[in-house]
Nanobody, 126 residues
Framework: QVQLVESGGRLVQAGGSLRLSCVAS????????LGWFRQAPGKEREFVAAINWNGGNTDYTDSVKGRFTISRNNAENTVYLHLTSLKPEDTAVYYC???????????????????WGQGTQVTVSS
């Protein structure tokens, strides 16, 4: 079992920046691919960004390309999401997710992720 705990969410003004962290415990996630998803009020959860086991492959949803950056530190069992140029429409609960498999990276396919964190709230004021 892998437990995921997100942190770093807070209230920020439009145009501001944040770094979200997600620390994994229970297992080393070196061979896991990792993703960030978000759910805004009244909307379904959506894919934001994903990264493969060694960071060599990343994917982003179109609305965050050029503004958000996903990265990982396998030595610290942690995945990060750096959010810049934030917009009010980025307001959501942000979840990290993990699934094992060096060669089974699926990017933004939500159904392929088995492990999920509880989420961290990001609120962007206009």
């Amino acid at each position: 079992q892998v437990q995921l705990v997100e942190s770093g969410g807070r209230l920020v003004q439009a145009g501001g920046s944040l770094r979200l962290s997600c620390v994994a415990s229970g297992r080393t996630i070196n061979n896991y691919y990792l993703g960030w998803f978000r759910q805004a009020p009244g909307k379904e959860r959506e894919f934001v960004a994903a990264i493969n086991w060694n960071g060599g492959n990343t994917d982003y949803t179109d609305s965050v390309k050029g503004r958000f950056t996903i990265s990982r530190n396998n030595a610290e069992n942690t995945v990060y999401l750096h959010l810049t140029s934030l917009k009010p429409e980025d307001t959501a609960v942000y979840y990290c997710a993990a699934e094992s498999g060096r060669f089974s990276y699926t990017g933004g396919r939500e159904s392929s992720y088995r492990y999920w964190g509880q989420g961290t709230q990001v609120t962007v004021s206009s």
